[in-house]
Structure formats: C-alpha cells, structure tokens
C-alpha cells in the first residue's frame, strides 16, 4: 500500500480526498494535519468521515512527517503551502499541491495576483500544471503537481478544442461561471452563512478573481499567443458543482456536426470528460459527487459564437478527484483507480 | 375604486398579482378567470392568499367580464392572448397583457419566434412596451400595455444608460441570465420537480430564447441601429429573482467615476432602479418579493469591457409588479401606490 | 408620528423591525444601535434596506437614547437585556424586549435554565407575555412586554382551544418543532454555515432547550395545574419558518367536527390566526414574510391522539411582527396596523 | 457474473440501484424495464449514468425476461408489483420486491391500506420482510424479499434495542418523520414542484400513511403485543434523507450510560448502523449517498422519556442499498459487497 499524508486536511478539499482516498484499493491514509483541529479526529470534525476514528489530526511539523508518508497532499492556504511543497520536494517526495502557489509559472504573476513573494523559484519551475487532459506525460513523471483550480479547470476543460483547432477570437473570450459554496471552504464567516447565501444569488470578484490569470496562462500555452479573457464567477445557493458558461466569438461559420466532432474527437479517449450530444446541455446535478466534467457546445449562428458549456463538480475534478487523477498518473497506476464513482442523482 | 380583472389567474404571476393589488389603496379585484381551477375560490389554490376565500375562478367569457371592470390584467398564454387583448382593447377598456404577444412590433419577428401568426396588427400598432424607465410617457396615455418579459427588464435596464452614451461596441454584447425556477410557470413538468431541480444548475435554450429579439428590439430602438446579443438563459435552484451579467466591450477607455455617473444621473429620479456604489455588487435576494431593480457596473481594465449586474424579482419588476406600476402610469395614480415594498431577507 | 428605537439592530430581528415598521404609518425609527456595525448605516449592512442610508447604527448609551424616542424595542442578547430593558422602564418609556430576560415568571427557574441571576425582580413582575391572543387586555395596559419566543409562539398558539376544553392529557405533550436558519441569529457561525445546514437537517437542544419551560410556563397558566411537554427542535435548511407537530392523547374520544369548531370558534376573531378547513394542512411557506398563524387539527382515531400542526414565520409571528403588533396595542392603535401583509409564495 | 433485471426501472429507486450495482464487483445488469421509457437508454432518461448509453429500457414481458437474470429487483407501483413477484417467484428467480405488495404478512391489512386485494396469499407467505437487522438469516434463505419502506427503515431501527429490552411504554409512541422529496419518487405533479416545495415544509397523510401498519408490525412482532403508534411523515426541501424523531415514554428510569450501552451493544456488528456517542446527534447530511443508519438516544429525564433519533439516506438504506444488501445476503456475497460508500458532505 501506498502511505498518504494530507497536510490541511480539516477543509472540505482535505475531507473530500479522505472520502476518495478511503475506496482507494492502492492507498492508505498515514497522517493528516490541521493545527485548529490537532489532537481530535477525522471522525469528530466530520461525522459523515465516521470510520476514521482513529485517524487524529496533528499539527504540520514536516520533519515528524516526511517519514511517514510517499505521497503529499496539500491543502493549505495560498501563500502557506510554498515552504511546505520546496520542503517535501526536496526531500524526494511526491507532492500534490492544492493551492495556488504552483501553479502560476511566472513568479512576478503570482506575486502581483497573490500579493506575496514567491520564495521558491526553483521548485516552481519543475512544479507540473496537473490537468491530465493537457499534461498527461509531464505529470506521469513530475515529482510536483500543481492541482488547478476548481474555475479553471471548468474553463480550460471547456475551451481547448477550440483552442487547438484556431476557431475563435483569442481577445474576446467571456467566461460566466457559477460555483457551489464549498468553493469557498469551510469557515465562520458572515458571508457564508446559510441565510445569507440560501435562495440568494451574487457575483464575486468581478474583473479580480485570482483564477483569471491561470486560465490566461493556460489558454496562451495552448494558443501560442496572448489570451485575455473576461472572467466572472458568482456564488449559486448549491454546495456543489461549477458550471461554466463561456462565450467564443468564431473566426470563421462553423456548422454543428463539425464543432460537434472537433470536441467529441478531442476528448474520446479522455476518461472524464463527456461530450453531449447535439441539443443536450449539462446539468452540474449529473456530476455530483464524481470527477467527470461534461461539456456541450453550441453555435448561435445569428452572432457567429460558439457557446461552450462545462460541468464539474468542483471538489471532485475541481480539486480533490483531480488530486487523485494526478497521483495515479505520477505513480503508474490506473489513472481512474479509485475515480469512476457515478455522481449523485437526485 | 378602480375594479381590476384578471385573466389566467391563476399561474404564479396571477397569484402575484393578487398579493399585490390587495393592499393597493385604489383598486379592488371583481374577476379572476381560469379554466382549470374554474369554480374554486383563490384561497383554495393558493393557502398563502386565505383571505380571498369569497373570490372564484371562473372561465374567462369576455362578454361576462366586460362590465365587471375597468382594467384588465392578462396573464394568458402566448397566442391566446392576442384575441382577448384585442376584444378587451376594442371596447375601450384598459389593458395590461403580461403575455409576449404584443411585445415584438414587427408580426413578422412574433411569428418567427412564436410560430403562430398575428391576427391583430391594428391592436399591436397600439401597443406601448410596459417599461416605464424607456416609455413612461407614452404608458400614461395608452391604452394597451405589452408588460416586458423578466429577462428583457434586467437586461434592458443594466443597458439603456451605455446606450444612451454610446460607450459600447453594439455588435458584441454578452448577456448571461440566471433566474429561479418560478420564471418557468406553475405546471405539473419533471423538468421542474423539487429533485431535477433542487441544488442543479442548468443553461436552457441557448441560442434559442424568444426574449432575445424582444431584448434586441429595444436595445436597438435605444441605439437607432441593430442589436444583436448572445443571450443565455440559466435555471437557479430557488424560487424568486433575475440576476443578469452583462458583457460590453466599450468602445473607448472610461474610469469608473465616468461611468458610475452616467448610471447614477441616469436613474437618480427613477423610483425603483437602485445603482450601487462603487465596489458593490447586488444579490437577486436583497430584491426579493420587491419591486426594485439593483444594478452594478465594473470596468475591467484589462480587456476593456463593461461588467453590468442587474438583479430583479422576476415575479414582481419583471411581471407582476410592473404590470401594477404601468397600471397606476395608466390611471393617473402615483406610479409607486402599492409597490414600494422592501424585499424579504433573509 | 411616534418615535421608536431599536437596541441590538442590526441581527435578523432588528432588521425585520426596520422592514415591518417601514410601512407603518404611525411610526417613525428614530434611533438603531448596534456595538458591531456603530457607524454604520443600516444600508450598508442590510442592502434591501437601501432606503435607510441615514439611518445610522449607534452604541447603545442609555443616557443618550432616551428622549430620542417613546417605544424601545429591544433586540439584545439574553442576559444584556435586563439592565437596558430596567432603565427604559423605570424612565417611563413603552419597551418591548425581544430577548428572554423577562418571559419567565418566576426569576429562579431564569436563572435555572439562562446560567445567570435576574437582577431586575421588581421589574420582571410587571412584565406583561405579549401573547396577544392570551394577553390582550394586560399588554393594552402595559408599559413592558416580554415578546415571545419564536418555539413558544407556535406551540402555545397550537394548545391554547384544547387545553381551555381540558381535552388532553397534560402529561404527555409532544412538541416537534422545525425552524428555518434564521431563527439561530445573523453570526459567523461553521455550523450555520451554508455547505453545513443546506440539504440537511438534524435535531439540537433535545431535552435541555430553552424555550420549553416558557412553553410549560404558559400552558400551566392555561391549565392551572403543571404541564411538562417533550419538546425537540430542528434546523430546517430554509430562511423562515416554525413548523411545530403537537401530539395531544385525549382525555375522551372526540368527532373531527367538534373539535375543529373548538378551534375555528376559539380563534373566530383572532385577526393573525387561521384555523385550517377538515384535510388541509399548512405549509409554512404559505406565512413566509406574514404575521399570520395557521392551524391545523387530526384526530388519529387509533390512538386518540389530537395532532394539531402550526405554522408560522419565525421573524414576524414568531419575533418582530408579534413585536409590533404589541406596540400598536400598548398605543391603542389598531391592532393589525402595517401587519396584514400576504406572505410571499413562491 | 450474477445476472441482474430491474423491472420498474427509470424511477429514482431504479436509478438509484442502477448506480450502486454499477460499481458491484459480481453484478451485471443484464434489463431495465419502463413502459413509458421502453425504447430509450438509462443514459437518455438520467444523464449522470451517461456510461449506460446500451442499456435500454424495454416494456415489461414477463417471459421475455425470465431467461435474462438471475435476480429479479421490483421497483414497481404498488399493486402492479404482485403478479410480476408471484411469476418470477414461482419460476424459481430471487426477487427483491421495493414496492409494499409484499410488506404486510396480513392479506387483509394490506387491503385495507392499499385498497385493492391481495391475490398472491401463498407468495405473500413465503416473502421475508428484508430489513437484515431483524431477519438476516431467514434473508439468507429466502427467494422473496419484501424490501421494508423508507419510513419503517428508519423507524424500526431506532426503536429494536429499546423494544427487545422492554424499556417503552408501547402504547404511546410517537414517530415524527422528515423526507426528501426524492421518497415522493419522480413525477410530474405541482405538488412536488420545485417552488412548491422549495424554502417550505408541510406535514402530509396525518394518520392515515400507509408506512404506519408496516411500522406496527414489525414493531408487534419484536413485542409480542400490538404497538400502537402516532406517525407523521412531514416532507423536506431537499433530495435525499429521512429523520425520525421517536419518542418513547419509559417504563423505569434509566441512566444515559445504560441506554446508550444497549443500542451500542445491540448494533456493535451490524456494519450499517451507527450509534452516536452521548451528546451528539445525527445530521441527515451525513448518511447521504450511503447505506448508512445513525442513531442517537437521549433521555428527557423531566419526562421520563428516550428520545431516539434515526438518519438514513430514503434511496439507499431506505430503498435501493438496502435491496443489493439483502442481495448479497440472498447469494451468500460480503454482506457490504458494493455498500460501503462514504456519505457525500458537502
């Protein structure tokens, strides 16, 4: 068996990984670390997480934990996870990181999105952006994998066919996207509470979303060329899911069947993204629970764009499923071992 | 007393209307039709409007009703409306059709969305479009009122002002909506059932929704030149509300003071359209069961875009409320009596 | 125009105050304090209140807010109330205290069940249980009213026809009651964090609650001799909202008939409570946003139990509704006065 | 592999077994029967089990299934259920029978609550109620399964331990239900509508379900002597779940440590149910997706009663889990074989 630590492990990215990692045949869980909830149980924090009583959170002392584990999940704060990775990177780890500190390749980026310096440069520059359907090979022999973020993934997923294929104007791209509250992590804050967000409906961060530059980042790899987009996400009375809504103005007409094969042909040996058929479009409901992403795409002729349409559950593909998606690829195991759960309907 | 009627009531905007007019100081309710629930009294429907246990649904036989009122409300199906509206209209009575058909002013475009022909051409001549921030004037001397579809009130409303301005490039609008699941009618549907719906999220008739030529209408009557938009329509999991997000690309480089000005002035003398402050952002639950319509505008700077957030009660400013605020424009009567309701929160 | 301050303004109760007592006609708010938000407007920190931009929160300073108004209702938190509520009485002001400090009688079980003495016995014994429905008469009168509490309200209002017809066995009382989110306050709280109470639901306080010895303090009175009830609340995954299932064992067999007519003639003239017609049940949607109770009564022949079930919103019936509707006693105005709003369905 | 049919299919239980036999090491689902979805693949009806694009649904012929399975899962309408159980019954098939035809021993209880005759009195005999924790071996051995109700599921398995210990006054138990809306099933009905339900609550078949002569069975046959109980089933805002809150008036007093050491050691190998330590109490939320049961019991000393608190997912425990447990059990497989999910939280 393979031993796991997770490091911040009392948020609901840390107890999704528990709950994918506990029907993991090759996997088992050492150790995992919260300093607020050090010294109680997987058990105490989360009821539903019942049979790890004996599983006890313990502060983060890399030192105590290095021996304890092959593997390193992180879910810790941005900004707190750089030492962290640099540390367990070092010491010949593999190491999956959660958080954002690795995943924006330019350090100056980072440090203008982030608002602190980037003290490991060159750990980040072998950190792998781990989207299997765009790094399926650097990922399979990277030690360190920086997991994306849950908007991102929904919005690369979306576009890469596109993309790849030179159909759209790169400049006027907008992403609409619409997420669950468990993106925003397990808190006491006003904000956050049932009455504030239940039957409500908001936008966030508009034009300032950290996760607008890792999509720029992705979408230029792909292009080759600059992307900007517009990128607004907005808080949905649900706990989970992401649902995209992304608007491609076209380069030249297309007719249905024929953007209709370009995604289906892209993505047919993909294990987790589904491309619906003509007339079908997502619902986040159908993924919930597992790590599929499915996508639609459709033509609105009268204004020449491509409307593509991506679900994903984003604890699952948006975080934790991915995590292990990632983790199997580094350790030449199935990539779906442990993934293929169907998501939860109704 | 003004007696007011009210035809297909007995879907959630008929409903409404009822909530409403019954503490409107003016106007009292003679007639309710329906030919479903024919017979039976309002309360018996509807437990939340017990007291209207003496008012009974009856079948809707124009010439029974012509004398029972001065002012008819229709909240009628497409296509039925149109003989109704116009039986009503040539006996000179007052009427508010919260129907589409006499929405679009060209009967060649009603036909083309609405599959169904014109048979009123005259009538619809006569036709104001109920949206008392574009036609106030012309609303206090009409006689037949088009009350404007839900998503066209939010989208028009967060546009008129960058229209008027000509701040955006009218070719290249995005206008994502999201709405809760009353929008879709009181109806026995799978589609709409608790569990399909509850904690889902879904995009729906992309491309395809009939209020996006009623939208472009009017965005072009603003303009003096055609309008196109993208136009993407969304299911929320929750009863009440429109939020819609609005993409502009602006056609010059403006700061926000500049643009916070033109909505602010704009609307400053409208009594229910609520401009935020700058770094606000409206959530469709702080409209709730109200009249009001909160609107926001962001630039973002790095793709030259204008992001406009609108939010509505679809129930109320985008139905049943403002049919009320057109009939009191109609009457004479002061254009807030019996709306000024502050929205349920939480 | 009366003038009336609000103490502890800006939780859920407060700001319902300001929304019911904005379209009072008598009233005018003259003053709201808040430690929290002091300095901040009541927009700011409720923005469906938008119209109340000057209507500034303030520390509470006793001194100061005394001539600024003649009725003070009081949003504190249990055990703060005493010393304020004291002060306004002794100064001759009309208080209406929304907290728990003076519901209880008998000083020593507040003490029982609070964890903290009661200071104020001379004025706790002139505290009037702004039940109206009990009380009427006493609360015309009264210059101190001890407002109900939400649980309270929709058990005692539930009970009050059986047990005046000695109906039941007083032994065995079951109250199951299910509350919406509100109900537990506006506070950055995990538990009541949305991913926590969304598309749950679970029991608390089971057996130590603290509204049920004011539940048994009332039917006691009723009764005149000891009630003791089992008494269960829950956390419903919605806004607002007291459902409360009574199970009564019957001391003899009883005919559907008589005991509705029991009922109906109990509350014939009751203008907020509404006894339901034989087969109907309340949803508690059906008073979201209303100060009405609704009441419905089964026998189960099989083990002659009477299941009475009432519904009502926990913010209005349940806390600042019943609040106004004692303050329009307490000033001889009409009773129903800014209350008779339909709740909001859907 | 085993051969599996599921006749009754496009259901949300029929879903719900589709979904958990997928991941089920010895199963292979060889038909799905639906009348009104004959025709269409289980990936067209519910598109979370996209991967059952082959899997069409057919019209249920009896013969033309029998040589296609080895296990016959029933989810078919009351009363339709019977002659489909007695004909793969008598041709030597296990049956698992989710509907109620085969739930009352008693032919003529069953007629009286489901208003038609039983016309299989042999099979009816011959049929195991299949709740494990009361019957596993007679399970083990058996060729029909009436698979208990959601309600009695979690009813019964809160009251075992405290009935086999004579604790309860059984006379005077009161079982106050909550479900999801997903126990309602999947149909086209406003009262199931997403604004209907939706931020509401509501009490429904007050005395008169159906559940409630199953529930005293069971429970008469753990006396010995006839129970009688008082049972509410109330319907929850949400998908998935069902609490019950049992009331039992004690015959002694006990302490908490002795309570709690009965349910504990009565439940300690059953691998679904899980008792709660003292002081904590069960969430719906975190059994759901699962076939897990939790349990707490406190004792309400001022009136001498165990409050027992039971959480089930309706569609798994209550449902579709708890068939493919009996399943397994009927073939001789792990018990927990395919079970073991861990509840979805968040």
Chains 1, 2, 3, 4 share one sequence.
């Not at 003290?119 to 952006?129: C, D, I, M, P």
């Not at 649900?238 to 370009?262: F, M, V």
């Amino acid at each position: 068996m393979i031993r796991v630590a997770i490091c911040g492990g009392s948020g609901y990215t840390g107890a999704e990984l528990i709950r994918i990692l506990a029907s993991h045949p090759e996997v088992q869980i050492t150790a995992v670390t919260s300093e607020q909830s050090a010294g109680r149980s997987v058990a105490d924090i989360y009821p539903h997480l019942f049979k790890f009583k004996d599983l006890i959170y313990e502060p983060l002392k890399k030192e105590a934990l290095l021996d304890k584990a092959d593997v390193f999940f992180l879910a810790l704060p941005h900004g707190a996870s750089q030492e962290v990775v640099a540390y367990f990177y070092n010491q010949q780890k593999k190491v999956i990181d959660l958080s954002a500190d690795f995943r924006l390749r330019d350090p100056l980026v980072y440090e203008q999105w982030y608002k602190t310096p980037h003290k490991h440069r060159e750990v980040l520059s072998n950190a792998v952006y781990g989207l299997p359907e765009l790094y399926r090979d650097e990922i399979r022999s990277a030690s360190l994998i920086a997991n994306p973020g849950c908007y991102p993934t929904s919005a690369i997923l979306g576009l890469i066919p596109a993309l790849r294929h030179n159909l759209i104007n790169t400049e006027a791209i907008v992403v609409d996207s619409k997420s669950g509250a468990s993106g925003a992590g397990r808190k006491a804050d006003i904000a956050l509470a049932c009455c504030e967000v239940n039957e409500g409906f908001r936008a966030y961060g508009v034009a300032t979303h950290r996760h607008r530059p890792e999509i720029e980042q992705e979408l230029t790899a792909i292009c080759g060329s600059e992307v900007r987009i517009s990128f607004t996400p907005h808080l949905l009375p649900i706990d989970r899911g992401i649902l995209s809504t992304i608007y491609c103005p076209l380069l030249r007409e297309l007719k249905t069947p024929e953007i209709l094969n370009i995604y289906k042909d892209f993505y047919k040996n993909e294990p987790f993204v589904y491309v619906l058929d003509e007339g079908l479009l997502p619902d986040l409901k159908d993924v919930r629970g597992s790590n599929f992403c499915m996508i639609s795409v459709t033509l609105d002729h009268r204004t020449n764009t491509l409307i593509v349409i991506s679900v994903i559950d984003n604890l699952v593909k948006g975080a934790s499923g991915q995590a292990v998606q990632n983790m199997n690829l580094m350790l030449g195991l199935k990539e779906t071992m442990g993934l293929m759960h169907i998501g939860l309907f109704p």
